[in-house]
């Protein structure tokens, strides 16, 4: 299993791009951090999520 934002989930042999596919994220948006290290977003469809990887995903809201 993953951890994905403190959810445990079945997507381990996924890539980043592949799993934020069946997500509402927008990627634009968004940081992915994968046992405590940023991912570049030209590295999304190379990075394949491994069973006990830690993956935390931020989005940034715009506001004033």
Known sequence: MVKIN??????????????LATTDYSIGRIAVERNGEIVPKAEYDSVVIEDNDVIEVVSFVGGG
């Not at 403190?6 to 592949?18: N, Q």
């Open 6 to 19: 403190g959810i445990e989930t079945d997507v381990f042999g996924k890539t980043i791009s592949e799993y």
